[in-house]
């Protein structure tokens, strides 16, 4: 069964903090996706990467930083960790050209930054 | 870029009830079409797609047809129960562009 899988289900943070999310596929998707969600705002893009060492904005990226050193790995680093960080964070994963296949997502991380 | 509208919810129904959730898309290409769903406490798994106009997706009960001269991808189910008590999220997919997503429609089924 193929599988995304992130490091933590639930994660406390300190305000000020350097945090690290980390998100593993095993399926050899070239593309990774990170989104958070909030209640009223649904999904909204971060980061996402096509290929190795390569990364895009999304749509908030503001106080986000990732990293993709290796094809199956993406990882979101919140820099400076602070409360209106406090979210539900979705790693997903494709194929290149996949617009007919769809993502696949992980369980996803709920993140408290105190 | 891609854009979509989807009902507010919550929605709620009794079970044996019949569910339709509206989506309806904007897009620059000639999209794919899904739908998610969301368990709580879960990531997002895929439920169904399309892939061209007129094309129906199905899964678990529910169905979904791509109408393109409407752009509307509406979920429905016939007979809704407890266990599809959960989060929908349409979304339109064009070329090699992020996935974007619609806020969601939060379903809760009554015994």
């Known amino acids: 069964d193929v599988k995304v899988t992130q490091s933590s289900r639930y994660l406390v943070k300190r305000t000020g903090e350097k945090v690290f999310l980390e998100c593993v596929q095993d399926?050899?998707?070239?593309?990774m996706f990170w989104y958070r969600q909030d209640p009223g705002l649904g999904l909204r893009l971060i980061y996402f990467?096509?290929?190795?060492?390569?990364?895009e904005k999304g749509d908030i990226p503001e106080g986000y930083s990732v990293s993709r050193e290796k094809k199956e790995r993406f990882s979101l680093i919140l820099e400076s960790a602070s409360t209106n960080q406090t979210s539900m964070y979705l790693c997903?994963?494709?194929?290149?050209?996949?617009?007919?296949?769809?993502?696949?997502f992980g369980s996803g991380t709920r993140l408290t930054v105190v | 870029g891609d854009s979509v509208t989807q009902m507010e919810g919550p929605v709620t129904l009794s079970e044996e009830a019949f569910l339709t959730i509206n989506c309806t898309y904007t897009?620059?290409?000639?999209?794919?079409l899904f739908w998610y769903v969301q368990y709580p406490g879960e990531g997002l798994q895929l439920l169904l797609k399309?892939?061209?106009?007129?094309d129906k997706g199905s899964n678990k009960g529910f169905e979904a047809t791509y109408r393109k001269e409407t752009t509307s991808f509406h979920l429905e189910k016939g007979s809704v129960q407890v266990s599809d008590s959960a989060v929908y999220f349409c979304?339109?997919?064009?070329?090699?562009?992020?996935?974007?997503f619609g806020k969601g429609t939060r379903l809760s089924v009554i015994a």
């Open positions: 897009a620059t290409g000639y999209p794919s």
């Open positions: 399926m050899d998707h070239e593309n």
């Open positions: 399309a892939t061209k106009a007129d």
């Open positions: 979304a339109p997919h064009s070329g090699n562009t992020p996935l974007v």
């Open positions: 990467s096509y290929d190795v060492k390569m990364k």
């Open positions: 997903a994963s494709s194929l290149a050209g996949s617009q007919n296949y769809g993502y696949t």
